[in-house]
DNA sequence: CAATCTCGACACCAACACTT
DNA sequence: AAGTGTTGGTGTCGAGATTG
């Protein structure tokens, strides 16, 4: 008794729980605009209200190849902003985004409003933003909160390891993007079946939920005139603190789906780097992921397609022999970490190869059901 | 704040070696 | 001859820093 008090205490100081239904689907709601089963954004209006959404088609070769659609709903539109709206959706070069950058794509869409809205929309849960939900969920571990979490805005940007500026804080560009990923967070819907958790396509009823809602939040000593819309949609502004809720949460005392991940995560930015390269998060959230789908039986040992792989780290480029150069030196990232124990390739037929990956269940778990 | 600068990482391409 | 993997050069992108 006393012992399983003391390990249970132990187990939440050293590793922090992660919804596994989340997890199930988060590399697929992070697909990129050059993932092949995604479908083009489209503005779309029903009975409910308008929305710009984006849909990730199933893939049937694989059942953790789910469809999911992340959708933004557009409320409060008058006829005229809906025509306004669809105006500048047609400036939009959705060609241009793939093959030279989002930037490119938007660049004849001036007003920021819309520019933001659609460069939300098709960078939604880039790795930046994958790790603030992380970041979220071991801060729900330790304040014992249940899914409310408190954090200050300059302790998360620290985590995130930006550098602050002269007069300690942080410069107003890095501010900005993160309340526009928390904003992001919040207003993006997930739409996918409720049946996922089983892993099963019987009774496909909608789920629709997004990451985390923004609950409150706070500023520090002057008290300015703050709008969380206004300020991700045309200005420079972050609130000091924030409260939310994340809306998958499972945990120890619930049903008991989720992952465990060390408590020593790392989610610096790598400095320079464009936020969608960071395949270190991408591949430690896809192993998490197989980890729920595949629940291997010595809990250990994994083995995923080097097809699936690639295109669950987005390596998608036509350089081959690069995206396998940059896959096994994320390998090595997570094997020096201590994700990963070992991996190796094991030939398959014909040209499908397989990875095999043992991983240290001390970093990464599946937590066992009840 | 916004404009400008810097730099690492990338895509793309061409050239090349090697295999089948 | 066609396919596969490797290498290095070039231009571009985007993140973060700097500056006014």
Same mark, same amino acid.
Request: aromatic share 8%; hydrophobic share 40%; glycine share 6%.
């Given at each position: ?85 669809? &105006? ?34 098709? &960078?939604? #849960? ?27 805005? @300059? ?6 390891g ?7 804080? +942080? ?16 207003? &993006? ?58 809306? +998958? ?11 465990? +991940? ?6 610096s930015q790598k400095l320079g780097s464009n936020a969608?390269c960071d395949?270190k ?9 197989? #980890? ?19 295109? @669950? ?5 036509? @350089? ?9 030196? &994320? ?40």
């Amino acid at each position: 008794m006393q012992r399983a008090v003391q390990a249970k205490g132990l187990e939440q100081r050293t590793s922090f729980p992660v919804d596994g239904q989340l997890l199930m689907v988060l590399p697929r709601a992070a697909a990129s605009i050059k993932h092949p089963d995604i479908r083009l954004p489209i503005l779309r209006a029903d009975e409910d209200g308008y929305y710009l959404e984006m849909r990730v088609e199933a893939d049937p070769q694989d059942s953790s190849e789910v469809a999911v659609t992340r959708r933004v709903p557009l409320d409060h539109l008058s006829a005229e902003e809906w025509q306004e709206l669809k &105006t500048q959706y047609a400036n939009l070069d959705l060609q241009a985004c793939a093959d030279r950058g989002i930037s490119r794509g938007l660049e004849k869409i001036h007003d920021r409003k819309i520019q933001r809205l659609f460069m939300a929309l098709l &960078t939604f #849960l880039n790795p930046r933003q994958v790790s603030i939900v992380l970041y979220l969920y071991k801060l729900a571990a330790q304040q014992d909160n249940g899914p409310l979490v408190s954090f200050r805005s @300059n302790d998360l940007l620290s985590s995130l390891g930006y550098t602050r500026t002269k007069d300690g804080g +942080f410069a107003s560009k890095l501010r900005s993007q993160l309340n526009r990923d928390l904003v992001a967070l919040h207003r &993006t819907e997930l739409v996918l079946a409720q049946s996922l958790r089983k892993g099963n396509a019987m009774g496909a009823k909608v789920m629709i939920k997004s990451i985390l809602r923004i609950r409150d939040y706070e500023i520090d000593n002057v008290p300015r005139d703050f709008d969380l819309a206004k300020a991700a949609d045309y200005t420079y502004e972050l609130a000091d603190a924030y409260t939310v809720s994340l809306e +998958f949460f499972d945990g120890p005392g619930r049903s008991g789906d989720y992952v465990l +991940f060390a408590s020593d995560l790392d989610i610096s930015q790598k400095l320079g780097s464009n936020a969608r390269c960071d395949y270190k998060t991408k591949l430690l959230i896809y192993l998490a992921s197989r #980890l729920k789908w595949d629940a291997p039986q010595d809990g250990q040992y994994l083995i995923v397609s080097k097809q699936y792989l690639l295109k @669950n780290l987005d390596l998608l480029g036509s @350089n081959s022999s690069r995206n396998n150069q940059i896959f096994w030196r &994320t390998v090595e990232e997570l094997r020096q970490e201590g994700y990963i124990l070992g991996a190796q390739e094991l030939p398959g037929k014909k040209k499908i190869t397989s990875v095999q990956f043992q991983l240290n269940s001390d970093k990464l778990r599946c937590h066992d059901k009840p």
